[in-house]
C-alpha cells in the first residue's frame, strides 16, 4: 500500500512539475518566423503566352504586378491573398475587318500554401511550397482601331474566374526581409459564357481566349517584409 501511494504522488509530482514545461514548449511551436506571422510581397509575374489569340494575333509577352498578403496558420500551412492588376491586348478580324482590342482586368486570388516540412528549416512562411489559388477577375474590353462594332469603343465588361497551381521558394533574407519565387499556372474556367448579343459573345471569346493564354503560366518575383 504504502508502494502504491509512493508511486501515486511521484506521478502526481512528475505532472505537475510538467505542465508548466509542457507550456512553455507549445508557446515556443507557434507559428511563424520567430512568432511573425503575417508578410506581404510586391511582386511581378510574366512569361511569354504560349499561344495566340487567333491566328493573325502576334504572341503576346504577359505582365502583370502584385500585391500579396500571407498569414500563418500552422507550422506547415499559410492562407494568402493578392490583388494585381493588368492590361493587355487581343487582335480580332470580324467582318473582313481587323483590329486590336484592349483588355484592363483586376484579378482579386485567394488561396492556400503548403510548406514542405520534410526539407530541414521549411517551417512556415520559409521554403518551398505547394499553393492552390482561386482568383476572381472582372475586366473590360475596349476597341482601339474602332472596327469591331464602329461608334462603340467600349466593347463591354465581363467577368471570370481562374484555378490556379504553384509551386515556389520564399527565404526570409533579413529579419524583416523576404525574397519570393513562384512558377503558377492557371486556368480560366469561362464562367458566365452566355451574353446577351451575339457581339457580346463574341467580345467575350476574343477575350477569353487572350485571358486564358495570360494565365496558363507565369513566374513571379517578389520582395516584402515580415510584418507581426
Not at 498569414?71 to 494568402?80: C, G, N
Not at 497551381?165 to 469561362?190: A, K
Request: aromatic share 12%; with cysteine.
Amino acid at each position: 500500500m504504502k508502494n502504491i501511494l509512493r508511486i501515486g504522488l511521484l506521478l502526481l509530482a512528475w505532472t505537475v512539475l510538467s505542465v508548466p514545461s509542457f507550456c512553455q514548449k507549445r508557446q515556443s511551436e507557434v507559428p511563424g518566423y520567430l512568432g511573425k506571422r503575417f508578410l506581404t510581397t510586391v511582386n511581378i509575374h510574366t512569361f511569354p503566352a504560349l499561344a495566340r489569340a487567333n491566328r493573325l494575333a502576334e504572341l503576346k509577352l504577359n505582365f502583370r504586378p502584385s500585391l500579396h498578403a500571407e498569414f500563418v496558420t500552422s507550422r506547415s500551412q499559410s492562407v494568402y491573398t493578392q490583388f494585381s492588376f493588368l492590361q493587355t491586348t487581343a487582335d480580332y478580324s470580324r467582318d473582313s475587318v481587323t483590329g486590336t482590342a484592349e483588355i484592363s482586368a483586376k484579378s482579386i486570388e485567394v488561396g492556400v500554401r503548403l510548406y514542405s516540412l520534410q526539407r530541414r528549416g521549411n517551417i512556415a512562411p520559409m521554403g518551398f511550397h505547394h499553393q492552390v489559388g482561386l482568383s476572381f477577375i472582372p475586366y473590360a474590353v475596349k476597341d482601339l482601331d474602332g472596327n469591331f462594332s464602329p461608334g462603340n469603343e467600349n466593347l463591354g465588361s465581363f467577368r471570370d474566374m481562374i484555378i490556379l497551381y504553384g509551386i515556389g521558394d520564399q527565404r526570409i533574407i533579413h529579419p524583416s526581409l523576404v525574397y519570393y519565387f513562384n512558377i503558377q499556372g492557371g486556368w480560366l474556367l469561362n464562367f458566365f459564357p452566355n451574353q446577351s448579343t451575339l457581339e457580346a459573345t463574341e467580345v467575350k471569346a476574343l477575350a477569353t481566349s487572350r485571358l486564358r493564354n495570360f494565365s496558363l503560366l507565369n513566374i513571379s518575383v517578389g520582395l516584402g517584409f515580415i510584418l507581426f
